[in-house]
Antibody, heavy 127, light 112 residues
Framework: QVTLRESGPALVKPTQTLTLTCTFS??????????LTWIRQPPGKGLEWLAR???????YYSTSLKTRLTISKDTSKNQVVLTMTNMDPVDTATYYC???????????????????WGKGTTVTVSS | DVVLTQSPLSLPVIPGEPASISCRSS???????????LDWYLQKPGQSPQLLIY???TRASGVPDRFSGSGSGTDFTLKISRVEAEDVGIYYC?????????FGQGTKVEIK
């Protein structure tokens, strides 16, 4: 059974750096094709894709946020960490991590399949 | 970046009646292998999003067959043949062909 759990501070001040951790079980991030994605959702708004780290340590970021985001993994701990610098009140949101599987070849080559999400962690940015 | 535009943004439905949601992409979502890399998610009230349809038309495990997806190129549709009360929530399309991936704005389905 695949599970993911996001953790981090519920409240951060403007200009601070946010560090979020996704702890997962039921799969291994060092398995070929396995990836981990972060998505966020401001209150009452839609979903925004943030970043992804792949089994081979390739990393991909949102175009608008790439200067502020860093994603990393610790396969021994089954954890992925997302940091976001220079936090602002507009970054107030629920942050989700989700398992993603990459089909390297075959019928669905180059397809990133995101299937299981965590429950999310709510982050408020306020002084 | 690819932009996905959903319509309508709000969809009041009557139980037992059909419903349809459109998702249009600013770029073609067809891979060279012929598949279209467009997924659908449903976020029920108070819950995380759940995968509904992947690769345009394949239902995820456990998804009732009243849900169907179709489309090609830049135009995609999610249909519910007969809406049930448990189908309320916000539906999102997501493209995964181009980097970075992107979501549509979401369509809120509620019971009329």
């Amino acid at each position: 059974q695949v599970t993911l759990r996001e953790s981090g501070p519920a409240l951060v001040k403007p200009t601070q750096t946010l560090t979020l951790t996704c702890t997962f079980s039921g799969f291994a991030l060092n398995t070929s094709g396995m990836c981990l994605t972060w998505i966020r959702q401001p209150p009452g708004k839609g979903l925004e894709w943030l970043a992804r780290i792949d089994w081979d340590d390739d990393k991909y970021y949102s175009t608008s946020l790439k200067t502020r985001l860093t994603i990393s993994k610790d396969t021994s701990k089954n954890q992925v960490v997302l940091t976001m610098t220079n936090m602002d009140p507009v970054d107030t949101a629920t942050y989700y991590c989700a398992r993603t599987y990459y089909y390297v070849s075959g019928t669905y080559s180059n397809y990133y399949h995101t299937d299981v999400w965590g429950k999310g962690t709510t982050v408020t940015v306020s002084s | 970046d690819v932009v996905l535009t959903q319509s309508p943004l709000s969809l009041p439905v009557i139980p037992g009646e059909p419903a349809s949601i459109s998702c249009r992409s600013s770029r073609s979502l067809q891979h060279s292998n012929g598949n279209h890399y467009l997924d659908w998610y449903l976020q029920k009230p108070g819950q995380s999003p759940q995968l509904l349809i992947y690769l345009t038309s394949t239902r995820a495990s456990g998804v009732p067959d009243r849900f169907s997806g179709s489309g090609s190129g830049t135009d995609f549709t999610l249909k519910i043949s007969r809406v049930e009360a448990e189908d309320v929530g916000i539906y999102y399309c997501m493209q995964v062909l181009h980097t970075p991936p992107a979501f549509g704005q979401g369509t809120k389905v509620e019971i009329k």
